[in-house]
């Protein structure tokens, strides 16, 4: 049962909430503590001897430095850094060191190796990476990316941190279903590659530059498929994830080719599940055939990874996939495949053994530990006292600062999409509104906004606070929680029927979408549509429901429904989510979030299994598909959907109508007629620039994301379209803006094959851009 609360002004909501802010407000200061240090190898000022050694010396390479570590160690002392929580060797000056941090969005306490016990209490805490997102900025994932990892190295400074993260997760968001699909970039390889990027850019870019120093480790997961955590008894530890060639390398394995290739990542981390029947964290075609071989070179340069394991997926391997008869043959197979580091202990515990049965030699274990002590090196581990390094100056004070909260909010406005807004309902002008009713079990919550692998927030503002910062609000539950197995329906339209207007802050929470917890269905939990339904229709002014999710959710009863004037979804949109969502309703802010999912029918996931991997449609079996690239049937709302409170135009003003590849007379498809070409050749260097006139026709600034998204010829089961470019831009009221895209004939303008190869499709291509098309032609 929820009970009416007049609040006024900044009044928190309660005197529970009162005393909850005095406290987030007292950790949301630099703490005044004393500040430890963390212990670091080759401290020769505490043990002078260590001078002799090579692995001190700063002035040899990293490979040297290296080589010179791993030939001072006993077998026992390497297999001690085999693991994440790796033993020290205090006779040579090494201690004790957790390679398991995670910095999703925000430095987290998750795996231990950083923790909120000491100097720092608290870090900034951005949106889910699901909400940032969808402001499909570039500079903003690499500042958001930035400011983390300065964060992270201010607590290592302390003894609060490691310096290896194991984020970002660049999974597809194939289905909605999906619980961990919060933490990715969405259902786009394009969007997701270049998130990848340039967060990866932001954790490990240093000041210099300098690709052979890292500030910190990023690590690019989870590789690969793997996007099925716990459905109708389908299980992450046993899937099998079925998966052809041609999906593979269309799909799945274009955010980790971006992540090594063009982000330069430190480290990929192997999932959970099997691949075509076998373990990934076994599979040599994946880890060593892919990751060290296909791709290993970036930009020419040869630059040493290590690759992780999932925690415990060797483990999992051995006792719940049966894929071995022994534990030491799971240590085996998977080291031999190119795992370096297993995340928990079981290869420390049966790794001797391994060796001892001569499944391994030790010689494997010297390549592993390299692998690993190589990514200390770059990350300074191995130079002495942090605080005589690089970044040695950073502590508490340079944690949760003003600016980096600040960040924090304008990347939850940049996210938030408004989906709906009749006769422009919103903004809301704060001196119309004497009274503001907000409901739901969402409006006041704190945790729910942070969604999952955070650490402890800076502090919170919750929906309602921020709300009430610019008018007065009386606020209802209307559900106990987001489950909303009963609703307070009588309070909740009384409420309405008396306020000026309504907001409505529903959605879901880690108990519905979670690691190891995937949906059942795409509705609003229990009663909550009734709910909404309910106050709609009591409300005497305009209603504004506001989802928070991970996932998308059928609303098409909302999206219907006159009654309700406005729709945003808003993620989980970080410590700072109360604030942004207030300067979106009342105008403060422009959306110009775009959604990077479909949101389906909850007919859509009646059709189709989560565990069926395939991408493209089959007629045949009636299977429809999935992600806008290949899904045709009706959606709720589609990928790149998202509405302005100003207008955009676009205009074409420059791109080619034919592109000729320039084959030379001998070439056979000069004697037949061939539908496409192999993506290598002379051609490849060809390139050419569309050009495009943005005009903002409101009356407010705003800023737009132009998206270019390129329909192919219908050959080797292409996509329907797919996103080549976008870019953001922010033109002033009635200004215009050129943007320009470079388009690469054999990397924009090729599908993959049924066989896994990349295709120039020959015949007509049609660009969109809005409501643009345009066509241009591929020949011989």
């Given at each position: 049962?929820?009970?009416?609360?007049?609040?006024?002004?900044?009044?928190?909501?309660?005197?529970?909430?009162?005393?909850?802010?005095?406290?987030?407000?007292?950790?949301?200061?630099?703490?005044?503590?004393?500040?430890?240090?963390?212990?670091?190898?080759?401290?020769?000022?505490?043990?002078?001897?260590?001078?002799?050694?090579?692995?001190?010396?700063?002035?040899?390479?990293a490979?040297?430095?290296?080589?010179?570590?791993?030939?001072?160690?006993?077998?026992?002392?390497?297999?001690?850094?085999?693991?994440?929580?790796?033993?020290?060797?205090?006779?040579?000056?090494?201690?004790?060191?957790?390679?398991?941090?995670?910095?999703?969005?925000?430095?987290?306490?998750?795996?231990?190796?950083?923790?909120?016990?000491?100097?720092?209490?608290?870090?900034?805490?951005?949106?889910?990476?699901?909400?940032?997102?969808?402001?499909?900025?570039?500079?903003?994932?690499?500042?958001?990316?930035?400011?983390?990892?300065?964060e992270?190295r201010a607590?290592y400074?302390?003894?609060?941190?490691?310096?290896?993260?194991w984020?970002?997760?660049?999974?597809?968001?194939?289905?909605?279903?999906?619980?961990?699909?919060?933490?990715?970039?969405?259902?786009?390889?394009?969007?997701?590659?270049?998130y990848?990027?340039?967060?990866?850019?932001?954790?490990?870019?240093?000041?210099?530059?300098?690709?052979?120093?890292?500030?910190?480790?990023?690590?690019?997961?989870?590789?690969?498929?793997y996007?099925?955590?716990?459905?109708?008894?389908?299980?992450r530890?046993?899937?099998?994830?079925?998966?052809?060639?041609?999906?593979?390398?269309?799909?799945?394995?274009?955010?980790?080719?971006?992540?090594?290739?063009?982000?330069?990542?430190?480290?990929?981390?192997?999932?959970?599940?099997?691949?075509?029947?076998?373990?990934?964290?076994?599979?040599p075609?994946?880890?060593?055939?892919?990751?060290?071989?296909?791709?290993?070179?970036?930009?020419?340069v040869?630059?040493?990874?290590?690759?992780?394991?999932?925690?415990?997926?060797?483990?999992?391997?051995?006792?719940?996939?049966?894929?071995?008869?022994?534990?030491?043959?799971?240590?085996?197979?998977?080291?031999?495949?190119?795992?370096?580091?297993n995340c928990?202990?079981?290869?420390?515990?049966?790794?001797?053994?391994?060796?001892?049965?001569?499944?391994?030699n030790?010689?494997?274990?010297?390549t592993?530990?390299?692998?690993?002590?190589?990514?200390?090196?770059?990350?300074?581990?191995?130079?002495?006292?942090?605080?005589?390094?690089?970044?040695?100056?950073?502590?508490?004070?340079?944690?949760c600062?003003?600016?980096?909260?600040?960040?924090a909010?304008?990347?939850?406005?940049?996210?938030?999409v408004?989906?709906?807004?009749?006769?422009?309902?919103?903004?809301?002008?704060?001196?119309?509104?004497?009274?503001?009713?907000?409901?739901?079990?969402?409006?006041?919550?704190?945790?729910?906004?942070?969604?999952?692998?955070?650490?402890?927030?800076?502090?919170?503002?919750?929906?309602?606070?921020?709300?009430?910062?610019?008018?007065?609000?009386?606020?209802?539950?209307?559900?106990?929680?987001?489950?909303?197995?009963?609703a307070?329906?009588?309070?909740?339209?009384?409420?309405?029927?008396?306020?000026?207007?309504?907001?409505?802050?529903?959605?879901t929470?880690?108990?519905?979408?979670?690691?190891?917890?995937?949906?059942?269905?795409?509705?609003?939990?229990?009663?909550?549509?009734?709910?909404?339904?309910?106050?709609?229709?009591?409300?005497?002014?305009?209603?504004?429901?506001?989802?928070?999710?991970?996932?998308?959710?059928?609303?098409?009863?909302?999206?219907?429904?006159?009654?309700?004037?406005?729709?945003?979804?808003?993620?989980?949109?970080?410590?700072?989510?109360?604030?942004?969502?207030?300067?979106?309703?009342?105008?403060?802010?422009?959306?110009?979030?775009?959604?990077?999912?479909?949101?389906?029918?909850?007919?859509?996931?009646?059709?189709?299994?989560?565990?069926?991997?395939?991408?493209?449609p089959?007629?045949?079996?009636?299977?429809?598909?999935?992600?806008?690239?290949?899904?045709?049937?009706?959606?709720?709302?589609?990928?790149?959907?998202?509405?302005?409170?100003?207008?955009?135009?676009?205009?074409?003003?420059?791109?080619?109508?034919?592109?000729?590849?320039?084959?030379?007379?001998s070439?056979?498809c000069?004697?037949?007629?061939?539908?496409?070409?192999?993506?290598?050749?002379?051609?490849?260097?060809?390139?050419?620039?569309?050009?495009?006139?943005?005009?903002?026709?409101?009356?407010?600034?705003?800023?737009?994301?132009?998206?270019?998204?390129?329909?192919?010829?219908?050959?080797?089961?292409?996509?329907?379209?797919?996103?080549?470019?976008?870019?953001?831009?922010r033109?002033?009221?009635?200004?215009?803006?050129?943007?320009?895209?470079?388009?690469?004939v054999?990397?924009d303008?090729s599908?993959?094959?049924?066989?896994?190869?990349?295709?120039?499709?020959?015949?007509?291509?049609?660009?969109?851009?809005?409501?643009?098309?345009?066509?241009?032609?591929?020949?011989?």
């Amino acid at each position: 049962m929820s009970y009416p609360q007049q609040t006024r002004g900044n009044r928190a909501p309660s005197s529970v909430s009162t005393l909850l802010l005095s406290i987030l407000c007292l950790i949301s200061k630099p703490s005044n503590a004393q500040s430890s240090s963390p212990e670091f190898a080759c401290d020769i000022t505490r043990n002078p001897s260590l001078a002799g050694y090579g692995f001190c010396n700063t002035g040899l390479k990293a490979e040297a430095r290296v080589t010179d570590l791993v030939g001072r160690l006993t077998l026992e002392e390497k297999i001690g850094f085999l693991v994440s929580k790796a033993t020290g060797v205090s006779r040579l000056g090494i201690p004790d060191y957790n390679w398991w941090s995670e910095a999703l969005h925000g430095v987290s306490d998750v795996g231990g190796g950083s923790n909120f016990t000491g100097p720092v209490p608290g870090a900034t805490s951005f949106p889910q990476v699901i909400l940032t997102a969808a402001s499909f900025n570039l500079s903003l994932f690499q500042a958001i990316g930035k400011v983390v990892s300065t964060e992270a190295r201010a607590m290592y400074n302390v003894g609060a941190a490691g310096l290896t993260f194991w984020s970002p997760n660049v999974n597809i968001f194939r289905d909605p279903r999906w619980g961990r699909g919060q933490e990715t970039p969405g259902e786009d390889p394009t969007l997701t590659s270049k998130y990848a990027v340039a967060y990866v850019k932001g954790l490990q870019g240093t000041d210099g530059g300098d690709p052979n120093r890292l500030k910190v480790a990023a690590c690019c997961k989870h590789y690969t498929a793997y996007d099925v955590d716990n459905w109708k008894g389908v299980h992450r530890y046993t899937f099998n994830s079925v998966v052809n060639q041609q999906d593979m390398d269309d799909t799945f394995q274009p955010p980790f080719r971006s992540c090594v290739v063009n982000g330069n990542v430190a480290s990929v981390m192997c999932s959970y599940n099997q691949v075509n029947g076998k373990p990934t964290c076994a599979d040599p075609d994946l880890l060593s055939g892919v990751i060290r071989v296909r791709l290993i070179y970036f930009f020419g340069v040869y630059v040493i990874r290590y690759i992780v394991s999932d925690c415990d997926s060797v483990e999992v391997m051995y006792a719940s996939q049966y894929y071995t008869k022994t534990p030491e043959e799971a240590v085996a197979k998977s080291m031999l495949a190119g795992l370096d580091l297993n995340c928990d202990h079981f290869t420390g515990q049966h790794a001797m053994a391994a060796v001892k049965a001569g499944l391994v030699n030790e010689s494997d274990v010297d390549t592993a530990i390299s692998n690993n002590f190589a990514t200390l090196m770059r990350l300074g581990f191995f130079n002495g006292d942090p605080k005589k390094q690089p970044y040695g100056n950073l502590g508490p004070q340079d944690v949760c600062t003003g600016e980096n909260q600040e960040l924090a909010r304008e990347a939850a406005r940049q996210g938030i999409v408004l989906l709906k807004n009749s006769n422009g309902s919103l903004p809301f002008l704060p001196s119309a509104i004497k009274t503001l009713a907000v409901i739901g079990p969402n409006a006041n919550v704190t945790d729910t906004m942070i969604g999952n692998y955070h650490g402890v927030p800076c502090k919170y503002t919750t929906p309602l606070q921020g709300l009430v910062e610019t008018v007065s609000a009386t606020y209802q539950r209307g559900c106990p929680n987001v489950a909303c197995t009963e609703a307070d329906i009588d309070s909740a339209t009384s409420l309405a029927a008396s306020a000026d207007a309504v907001v409505l802050v529903m959605g879901t929470d880690l108990s519905i979408e979670r690691e190891d917890h995937d949906r059942l269905d795409l509705l609003l939990p229990g009663k909550q549509q009734q709910l909404v339904t309910e106050v709609a229709k009591a409300a005497k002014g305009p209603v504004v429901l506001v989802i928070m999710s991970g996932g998308g959710l059928d609303v098409t009863f909302a999206k219907n429904d006159k009654k309700i004037t406005s729709i945003m979804w808003v993620g989980f949109p970080g410590q700072a989510g109360g604030l942004a969502i207030a300067d979106v309703i009342f105008g403060r802010h422009n959306p110009s979030g775009k959604l990077p999912t479909t949101w389906y029918p909850q007919s859509y996931v009646e059709k189709l299994p989560m565990s069926n991997m395939n991408m493209r449609p089959d007629n045949s079996t009636g299977y429809p598909g999935r992600t806008y690239r290949f899904y045709t049937g009706e959606t709720v709302y589609a990928f790149g959907d998202g509405i302005s409170y100003t207008q955009f135009n676009h205009r074409h003003i420059k791109a080619p109508r034919l592109v000729s590849l320039g084959l030379d007379a001998s070439h056979p498809c000069r004697s037949s007629k061939c539908q496409s070409l192999d993506a290598v050749g002379p051609y490849c260097g060809k390139a050419f620039e569309v050009q495009l006139r943005v005009r903002n026709a409101g009356n407010r600034e705003g800023s737009h994301t132009v998206f270019m998204f390129m329909s192919p010829p219908a050959v080797h089961r292409s996509p329907v379209k797919h996103l080549l470019a976008f870019e953001k831009v922010r033109p002033g009221m009635k200004e215009k803006t050129v943007v320009r895209f470079e388009v690469d004939v054999c990397k924009d303008l090729s599908v993959v094959d049924e066989t896994g190869k990349r295709k120039i499709a020959l015949g007509k291509h049609v660009l969109h851009v809005g409501s643009l098309k345009y066509s241009l032609y591929i020949t011989i």
